[in-house]
């Protein structure tokens, strides 16, 4: 047994428990492995009476009264906020335990055993819990089986296994899964401070709003470097599934759903193995930064890759550019943009001219468009203005300086010179 084990003679008690609960259970199944999960589950609850008369079984509810830690968390709620169970009894905790091991292998295993009994503990012991989320990836592929974008957050290979009767239902009401799902996953594993209540205990509405939605905006924040590093219809299911690692009498996988599905119809994206580190390092500048005109291009070019018609693609890209290009204001917006843009993104005096000359035509057709005046828009142009956009994050994320504007002191007086109100002086 680990050391970090807090009642040994618990420990030991539930080793001889589960070993002859174990025999009871294959005796009553005859051996059958055709059972599923929650047949098994029903099953077991209707010999808890054969469980309970096992000699160490009131034993260990007597070493589970009698500890101060233990029994101070009987009949409470615990958990965090967002995420709570009942721990009704010792008796209750006791079989709860016994048919989770029971469903992680039917067979007693040593290993399998310490785990799980350090997780009960844990439950108790501990003034932290631990949790995963987890969320289905769709139009991506990767080289790499698992990429660590940093401590206990990671994008991994985890097949779907899907039932028939599931694949029926998907084929005849979501027929753009069977083209866009993926065998990966984004992963995250952290821990919150327990808290221990009941009904009635008080709660923080804002610390409850700061929990349900803390995954679902870092899993967005993978989604936007997915996306800022490739031209993709990469996204994230909406769903989100949230398993306590720590016991919990009535474990279980809970499974948030938004009001809103997002879907994407394109391209998969496919990262290679020599991608990895540059997919790690967007993701690490982008959660450092918090420049608002980013912010505010790098949604629009996830709105745009979201949007059915190009119209309104550009009108995003352009609404994102002008983000990171134009922080000072509307004045002289249209030459001012394309001349920016041009300048920094332009290798020689040639290419400035052509991107000048195309930033300022998206721009005057995106003004047709907002007022309703006929125009030319192609899906090159589409393209185009994308990656622009992408390419201007990239740069953004790698030296910020070069979106920078004049600074001047309080007299008015120029305290440093801003890339972008210079740009037009430099060689």
């Not at 905790?93 to 785990?115: A, G, R």
């Not at 990469?234 to 809103?260: C, K």
Request: charged fraction near 25%.
């Amino acid at each position: 047994m680990d050391k970090k084990i807090k009642n040994a003679p618990l420990a030991t008690l539930l080793e001889k428990l589960v070993k002859q609960s174990f025999h009871l259970y294959f005796t009553a199944f005859g051996g059958s492995t055709t059972y599923q999960p929650f047949q098994i589950g029903i099953l077991m609850s209707q010999m808890d009476d054969n469980v309970k008369a096992i000699p160490e079984f009131p034993q260990a509810v007597q070493l589970m009264e009698k500890d101060s830690v233990i029994s101070k968390l009987l009949g409470n709620l615990v958990g965090t906020v967002t995420n709570a169970s009942s721990v009704e009894s010792a008796e209750t905790c006791i079989l709860k335990f016994l048919n989770q091991l029971y469903l992680k292998n039917p067979v007693f295993i040593q290993t399998i055993f310490n785990e799980q009994y350090e997780a009960f503990e844990e439950l108790f012991y501990s003034d932290n819990l631990r949790f995963v989320d987890t969320v289905r990836l769709y139009n991506f592929e990767a080289s790499s089986e698992k990429i660590v974008l940093n401590n206990g957050l990671s994008i991994k290979r985890f097949p779907v296994v899907v039932d028939e009767q599931t694949k029926i239902q998907q084929i005849q009401f979501k027929p753009y899964i069977q083209f866009s799902k993926s065998d990966y996953i984004i992963e995250k594993f952290y821990t919150r401070t327990k808290r221990v209540g009941n009904a009635k205990t008080p709660f923080d509405v804002d610390l409850v709003s700061k929990e349900a939605n803390e995954s679902g905006d870092l899993f967005d924040q993978i989604i936007k470097a997915l996306r800022i590093m490739k031209n993709s219809a990469v996204y994230r299911d909406h769903v989100i599934s949230t398993e306590m690692l720590t016991f919990t009498p009535y474990a279980g996988i809970i499974s948030r759903f938004p009001f809103l599905e997002n879907t994407v119809i394109g391209n998969k994206l496919v990262i290679s193995k020599d991608e990895d580190k540059e997919l790690i390092s967007i993701f690490e500048n982008i959660s450092k930064n918090e420049n608002k005109s980013f912010q505010i291009a790098s949604n629009r070019l996830g709105f745009g890759l979201e949007r059915r018609f190009d119209e309104d693609r550009l009108i995003d890209y352009m609404i994102g550019l002008e983000s990171i290009y134009l922080p000072d204001g509307q004045d002289e917006l249209t030459f001012r943009l394309s001349l920016r843009i041009a300048f920094l993104m332009g290798k020689d005096v040639a290419e400035r001219k052509d991107i000048f000359r195309f930033i300022k035509k998206m721009y005057h057709l995106r003004s047709k468009l907002v007022h309703g005046k006929k125009y030319d828009l192609t899906k090159d142009d589409v393209a185009r203005i994308e990656e622009i956009l992408r390419r201007s994050l990239k740069m953004f994320l790698s030296d910020p300086i070069q979106f920078s504007l004049d600074q001047f002191d309080k007299n008015g007086k120029l305290t440093k010179n801003g890339v972008l109100d210079n740009i037009f002086f430099n060689s």
